[in-house]
């Protein structure tokens, strides 16, 4: 895949574990963030999204807690599968009308069974 | 479940050619973007499209790149003479449904092409 054999930050896990994903958003100014799940040889695929009026916001087994102080990112995932693993990214635009996405880095999650 | 189609899976090409990256975009989504991930780095955008007409482009889109959507259902990248740093895995997205209550910013992701220059 695409971020085979990279210096991403990894993060390794037994399954069953709660995984914490963290992310460094850039621009003081973006005020909609997305994080985003890549398996290898896949396109970034939807996860969950919180606007900046807020600071928490839950899905099915993921959280995601956002910091404007610090501009920073949290992607929280509930008792860790083995089909969890993959590579997270966050990415941060502007919310109003429909801008490019600026992606971060990303982190690869191993989950191991 | 819709989703954004995009073929060719991979296209091998050699330095100097030309090359046309297909997408289907779902339907009713009105916002179409290109972006490309290099090997080892960060997705990144190139461009926005909307309306029929560019809305925001990176300076990674120089002159060599050009968008169109033909018809109601595909939009296409174009390379006009390919270099070897084009080499890389180009997705397409689409957001944006017609339905205001369903309009958010969520862009939805193909699988890629693959693009190999030679």
């Known amino acids: 895949g695409e971020n085979v054999g990279l210096h991403l930050p990894t993060l390794s896990v037994q399954e069953g574990d709660n995984s914490i994903i963290n992310c460094a958003y850039s621009?003081?100014?973006?005020?909609?963030f997305i994080w985003y799940k890549q398996e290898s040889g896949k396109g970034p695929q939807f996860i969950i999204d919180i606007r900046s009026n807020m600071d928490k916001r839950q899905g099915q087994r993921v959280t995601v807690l956002l910091n404007k102080t610090v501009k920073h990112l949290s992607l929280q995932i509930a008792a860790t599968q083995p089909g969890d693993s993959a590579v997270y990214f966050c990415?941060?635009?502007?919310?109003?009308?429909?801008?490019?996405?600026?992606f971060g880095t990303g982190t690869r999650l191993l989950v191991s069974p | 479940e819709p989703e954004v189609t995009q073929t060719p899976s991979h296209q091998v090409t050699q330095m100097g050619q030309e090359v046309i990256l297909r997408c289907v975009p779902i339907s009713n989504h009105l916002y179409f973007y290109w972006y490309r991930q290099i090997l080892g780095q960060k997705v990144e955008f190139l461009v926005s499209?909307?309306?029929?007409?560019?809305?925001?482009k990176s300076e990674i889109f120089d002159d060599q790149f050009s968008v169109e959507r033909p018809d109601g259902s595909n939009f296409t990248l174009k390379i006009r003479s390919t270099k070897l740093e084009d080499s890389a895995m180009y997705f397409c997205?689409?957001?944006?449904?017609?339905?205001?209550?369903?309009?958010?910013?969520?862009?939805?992701f193909g699988a890629g092409t693959r693009l190999s220059v030679l």
């Open positions: 621009n003081s100014a973006s005020d909609y």
């Open positions: 990415a941060e635009t502007l919310g109003t009308g429909f801008q490019k996405l600026v």
């Open positions: 997205a689409s957001s944006a449904h017609r339905d205001r209550l369903l309009a958010k910013n969520i862009q939805y």
């Open positions: 499209f909307y309306n029929n007409e560019i809305s925001e």
